[in-house]
């Protein structure tokens, strides 16, 4: 097979949880780029509709949806939706993530235990949720965007003099979304689904000038992530590009977890 015809996605359609986000936007537009009808899903239809739009000015197929990760009955309301405008979806993107510990390891055990029950739990619904549904359809693609801190522990070293922290629900997420995804990865494999990891690293967006340089100092590619630098692995994973990985973890780190 040629290999522009492995990494395109002409007549697929692929779900983006969170596809509206710096992150998830930039994956979008790269399915979209790629050829997929993508769907871009989060709890605002106004986010949603407007990255459409953006993606739509250019011509390419994408379209806005509602989607509570956390509750069954919204994720599968949205799969019938995507089915009836598109068709039953080939491709997930788990971008989705709630951060509510703002004081960090200070914070309150109820917004613990709401980034578990998000986060969590929203994983769980909609990776079963569409592989109930790809498993009719004879497979398809899940990436789940996890993050450096899924593989490392996060370097205090980096936040010395800021105001920046990493709050401790977000490794026990990203790190378990991790050993889900492998989880998962064996377990549908029967079903030509394959389910894998991209882990981004720290991504630039105007942080304080002393933690960009503490960073970067850690980073051997010397700069912080871009979003332009996650399409390239995104629609590797979700194409035929692909079809013999599953259950890996792709870092988009500058190198950050090889030191």
């Known amino acids: 097979m040629n290999v522009q015809d492995l990494f395109s996605l002409k007549n697929k359609c692929a779900v983006v949880i969170g596809g509206a986000g710096k992150i998830g936007f930039s994956i979008s537009e790269a399915l979209a780029e790629a050829g997929a009808s993508v769907c871009i899903a989060s709890t605002s239809k106004k986010r949603c509709d407007a990255a459409a739009r953006t993606l739509k000015e250019r011509g390419l197929a994408a379209e806005g949806f509602v989607i509570d990760q956390s509750d069954e009955a919204s994720v599968l309301s949205c799969l019938q939706e995507v089915a009836k405008k598109f068709k039953t979806p ?12 703002k004081k960090f390891f200070d914070d309150t ?25 790809m498993k009719k359809n004879k497979g398809g693609s899940i990436v ?20 920046i922290q990493t709050e401790p629900d977000y490794p026990y997420n990203k790190g378990g979304m991790i050993m889900f995804s492998k989880y998962l990865a064996s377990l549908l494999a029967k079903d030509n689904i394959r389910v ?7 991504l630039f967006n105007n942080q ?18 871009e979003p332009d630098d996650i399409k390239g ?5 979700a194409s035929d590009a692909s079809r013999y990985i599953t259950g890996a973890v792709m870092p988009v780190d500058g190198g950050f977890t090889i030191t």
């Open 233 to 237: 692995a995104a629609v590797f994973l």
């Open 109 to 133: 055990v109820e917004n613990w235990d709401r980034s578990m029950a998000i986060n969590s739990r929203g994983l769980f619904i909609t990776c079963r949720a569409f592989a109930r549904v």
């Open 90 to 101: 080939d491709i997930l993107v788990n971008c989705a993530v709630e951060r509510p510990m």
């Open 208 to 225: 304080d000038e002393r933690f960009v340089e503490q960073y970067t100092k850690k980073v051997p590619l010397g700069r912080m992530a």
């Open 196 to 202: 894998n990891c991209i882990a981004p690293g720290g």
């Open 144 to 163: 789940n965007v996890s993050s450096i801190y899924g593989l490392v522990a996060p370097d205090q070293n980096v936040y010395e003099g800021t105001d």
